[in-house]
């Protein structure tokens, strides 16, 4: 079989799949499910099924991930240990407002990049609901969304940045969107944490919904990774492999 080949090779114990996707199988698969890619293989992950106290949590990592790195990633498994999540949904944004004078990469390409990048891990999950939908990306109709999917008895955990928690009184329907889920921000060292923390106690309506984590890998930066690619510098060891071969492949961000 010719290993360039987008098609699924499995062998004793693995899958592997397009662009040097690597991933497990589990020996007993009882308390998992195959759920299908856009790469047209299928993997498995974990079943979303209630914690040890019954109920449901669920991440929500949303972003423009352009591209997902580490930093990404890292934060996601921190905040599914420290919060005992039962999975970890990645949405990439369709439009996202905030970024409305910027050039984004188009939005399934994003969707792609992230869907090699958590393929692997089997509390990571992808939604397309916001690349998805037409207009703008608000946080308030994905949380919507998933109370659809997932029950009234689910929690749910918002993850993002420091940097978008400080502008958090601008989001659309904030009253609501904080009556809806918790948030998980997140922040690398030497970011300020007191700054950050004054900040957080400011919003006495809401102080109590916002959870602050440190995640040394934050500091990665898109910002930085799209300069580098554009400069044709290396990316190594700061995004996984597979989606360096898919951008690479591409030609995105050259």
Not at 20 to 26: D, L, N
Not at 148 to 177: K, N, V
Not at 237 to 250: A, G, N, W
């Amino acid at each position: 079989m010719d290993r360039s080949a987008n098609h699924p090779v499995e062998r004793k114990g693995f899958i592997i799949g397009p662009h040097g996707v690597v991933i497990s199988i589990p020996e007993d698969l009882t308390d998992y499910e195959w759920v299908d890619t856009t790469f047209g293989i299928k993997v498995p992950k974990f079943k979303v099924n209630q914690t040890g106290d019954g109920i449901v949590r669920v991440g929500i990592m949303g972003g423009t991930f352009d591209p997902v790195h580490f930093g990404h990633l890292v934060t996601a498994e921190a905040a599914a240990d420290l919060f005992d999540l039962s999975v970890v949904v990645f949405v990439p944004s369709g439009r996202p407002p905030h970024k409305r004078s910027q050039l984004v990469t188009d939005p399934w390409e994003r969707y792609r990049l992230t869907e090699l990048a958590t393929c692997s891990n089997p509390r990571f999950r992808m939604s397309d609901v916001e690349v998805s939908r037409p207009g703008y990306s608000y946080a308030i109709d994905t949380v919507r969304s998933f109370r659809s999917d997932y029950g009234e008895q689910a929690e749910f955990f918002f993850i993002t940045g420091a940097d978008a928690i400080l502008e958090i009184m601008t989001w659309r329907q904030i009253d609501q969107l904080m009556a809806e889920c918790r948030f998980i921000a997140a922040y690398r060292p030497g970011y300020g944490r007191d700054h950050l923390r004054e900040a957080v106690a400011c919003m006495e309506a809401f102080s109590g919904r916002i959870h602050l984590i440190e995640v040394p890998a934050l500091a990665i930066s898109s910002t930085d990774i799209r300069q580098r690619l554009a400069q044709g510098r290396s990316v190594k060891y700061l995004l996984p492999e597979p989606v360096v071969h898919r951008i690479i492949e591409t030609g995105s961000y050259r």
